[in-house]
């Protein structure tokens, strides 16, 4: 990624070019952002209630806990977060187990019901807005993400669990590269275009365009609490739609802080905020929600399990969805030479790709392939590597000493988790180290997995086919390219892929074998930071958000067919030939096969086509002697 290649540079010989001519394109941009980009699209500067848990003075106390209708240590087994409680959500830091605040009281049905009424009614306005308004929102929340970062990765923080580091990359870069994206290049997305007409229809313009849907829904997953929240708001906002999200109820404590602000930004540029709802909301109400009629479009993120109910429940209302689900993403790294010379920048790379947010990532890496001659270098580079991490929280480690890894969303996997590595090791493959969950010292409530080194891991084990979602390096090794792109190839899932090579034949090979949503080059999940379209095949879902192909599937694409302006000059339009009006004639057949010949076959040849047009004469002519 781009900061990798930054912080390398700053350690090279190459630094000062490097910072230099990412200054003079910013500076660039910036200058022509300055002169073109009108007043009316400048970000407006708001300000809302930052929850008093983000400030550092706060003062945790056990408050919330003694209150009320706290649940029973041992209705919460031990520990999963985010305990649901006598139908209330109790939310809680996974790092430590501390409590974030109050329970929350989930939406029911009626609190379904007005949310999307509202948004319904305020969509209606907000569908007549030019790009340029909604431009300016965005630019609004721009700006407020980018004055706001220690807030908001704080709250992901406490929500999640994770480090701030894995909070930058995958809550703010990723959301303001889409903001970005979306002011930039958006409506040339969303523009009408030209579609081209025939012979027979000579006289037609056709015309595409992409209209706002009404009210879309998204329901999102735990592992990027504001990422997820906000990055389907993006679209939605910028193709005129109104959109309800429903938070995961495991860091759904982060929503009220990210709602507020994206109303703060719409009320600031003078829209109306219920255009975007939040419902917090458990299995029976999410059921209510997705088969909810007033719904045109929902996009799902989360497992396959969940996407099933999903999918029944909007095909009672047949509302189309965009199904995101997890990967089991490949590594494929090659052996020739270059490759191997810079194995430093691939193994922390992998690093990155196999353990941001503890390795909670729908394109997380999960499975390494390795070639022959570069399999035991990187085994030796990674294993000191993963053994050196240190788990923890950021809420407590000195600024000098901060964790390199965050805790897990709840410890209901672990069990899982720990049968699937100890039947891998039984059938051959190589424990060294970790492997189990973790009990760490500082937070005994806190929900920790042991970083985790597996080699020898072939196709057949049932780790190397199922989705881990765990801070787990699987190492494969593979004989030859063609044998890589096999196992590649041999899950269930086909959502992201790496190649890590620079023999130009054999990376193209893998990229075009490799069966995935996306592919990445000597890279981890690049694709995501440049606003591509984002999306699997296989059992990793369909559809596609991000990139001029999410904003499409978020439209209604209008279709229109009308005469061109020299036609209505000439006074040309579709007239049927009286013999072809009801009823019809007996030679109706002939002129009609006749047309339909010299409207096509002059793509097979010229000799065809003449052939036809002598037909469609002499049908003509039989039709009008028999008409006279
Ligand atoms: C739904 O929740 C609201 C507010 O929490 C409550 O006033 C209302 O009675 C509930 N409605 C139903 C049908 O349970
Ligand atoms: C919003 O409306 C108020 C009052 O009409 C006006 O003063 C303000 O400039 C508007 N803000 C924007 C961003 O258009
Ligand atoms: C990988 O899968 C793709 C798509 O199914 C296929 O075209 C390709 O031949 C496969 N490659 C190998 C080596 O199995």
């Not at 275009?193 to 209209?211: A, D």
């Not at 999960?366 to 809420?395: F, M, N, Q, Y």
């Not at 339009?573 to 339909?596: D, F, M, N």
Request: a neutral charge; proline letters at 6%.
């Amino acid at each position: 990624m781009l900061f990798d290649d930054i912080s390398r540079c700053c350690d090279g010989h190459l630094a000062i070019s490097g910072i230099l001519f990412l200054l003079l394109i910013g500076a660039l941009t910036a200058i022509s952002t300055h002169v073109f980009f009108t007043v009316g699209e400048s970000a407006v500067r708001f300000t809302v209630p930052i929850p008093p848990q983000l400030q550092s003075e706060y003062r945790w106390s056990r408050e919330h806990e003694d209150k009320g209708d706290e649940p029973p240590d041992e209705a919460r087994p031990c520990p999963i977060i985010c305990t649901v409680y006598h139908g209330r959500i109790y939310p809680r830091c996974p790092a430590d187990g501390r409590r974030l605040g109050p329970p929350v009281t989930p939406a029911n049905a009626s609190a379904i019901d007005s949310a999307i009424s509202a948004a319904a009614q305020a969509q209606v306005e907000w569908s007549q807005t030019s790009f340029a308004e909604r431009r300016r929102v965005l630019r609004t929340l721009l700006r407020y993400v980018l004055d706001h970062q220690e807030q908001i990765v704080a709250a992901c923080c406490l929500d999640s669990g994770k480090t701030k580091i894995d909070a930058c990359f995958g809550e703010i870069l990723v959301t303001v590269e889409k903001l970005q994206w979306t002011i930039k290049h958006g409506a040339r997305a969303l523009y009408r275009s030209r579609r081209p007409t025939n012979l027979l229809m000579c006289y037609k313009s056709n015309t595409v365009i992409y209209e706002p849907l009404g009210v879309v829904a998204a329901c999102v997953s735990w592992n990027y609490p504001f990422h997820n929240f906000i990055s389907p708001v993006i679209s939605a906002l910028f193709a005129g739609n109104a959109i309800v999200v429903k938070p995961s109820e495991q860091t759904c404590w982060s929503t009220f802080y990210f709602i507020d602000i994206i109303r703060g930004a719409l009320r600031a540029c003078n829209h109306s905020s219920d255009l975007v709802q939040n419902v917090v909301c458990l299995p029976e109400a999410a059921d209510y929600l997705t088969s909810h009629p007033g719904l045109n479009h929902i996009t799902f993120i989360g497992s396959r399990e969940i996407a099933h109910k999903v999918c029944t429940s909007a095909a009672k209302s047949l509302t189309p969805v965009t199904v995101e689900l997890g990967g089991k993403d490949p590594a494929i790294v090659l052996d020739d030479p270059t490759t191997i010379r810079t194995i430093d920048d691939v193994a922390s790379i992998l690093m990155r790709g196999v353990f941001q947010s503890a390795g909670q990532n729908c394109i997380g890496t999960e499975r390494v392939i390795a070639l022959p001659a570069i399999h035991d270098r990187l085994l030796a580079k990674v294993l000191p590597k993963i053994t050196s991490l240190r788990l923890g929280s950021v809420l407590h480690s000195s600024p000098n000493n901060p964790p390199d890894m965050g805790a897990m969303i709840s410890s209901r996997s672990f069990s899982r988790l720990e049968n699937l590595i100890s039947s891998a090791v039984a059938q051959g493959a190589t424990l060294h180290c970790g492997g189990r969950r973790h009990s760490h010292p500082e937070y005994p409530h806190g929900i920790y997995f042991a970083p985790t080194l597996l080699s020898n891991v072939t196709p057949e084990m049932e780790i190397a086919q199922a989705e881990l979602f765990a801070p787990v390096f699987l190492l494969m090794k593979a004989g030859d390219v063609e044998s890589a792109i096999r196992i590649a190839n041999s899950t269930n899932y086909a959502l992201g892929a790496s190649v890590f090579g620079h023999n130009r034949c054999d990376v193209q090979k893998c990229v075009k074998e490799i069966k995935a949503g996306m592919v990445a080059v000597n890279d981890f999940g690049a694709y995501y930071a440049c606003s591509l379209p984002f999306g699997g095949v296989k059992g990793s879902g369909y559809g596609r958000f991000g990139g001029d192909e999410g904003l499409r599937a978020l439209s209604n694409v209008k279709a229109i067919c009308e005469d061109s302006p020299w036609a209505r000059a000439l006074g040309i339009q579709t007239r049927i030939p009286p013999k072809l009006q009801y009823p019809v004639s007996s030679h109706g057949w002939e002129v009609c096969k006749a047309v339909v010949g010299t409207g096509y076959a002059y793509t097979l040849g010229l000799s065809e086509w003449v052939g036809c047009v002598v037909r469609l004469l002499t049908a003509l002519m039989k039709n009008a002697d028999q008409g006279r």
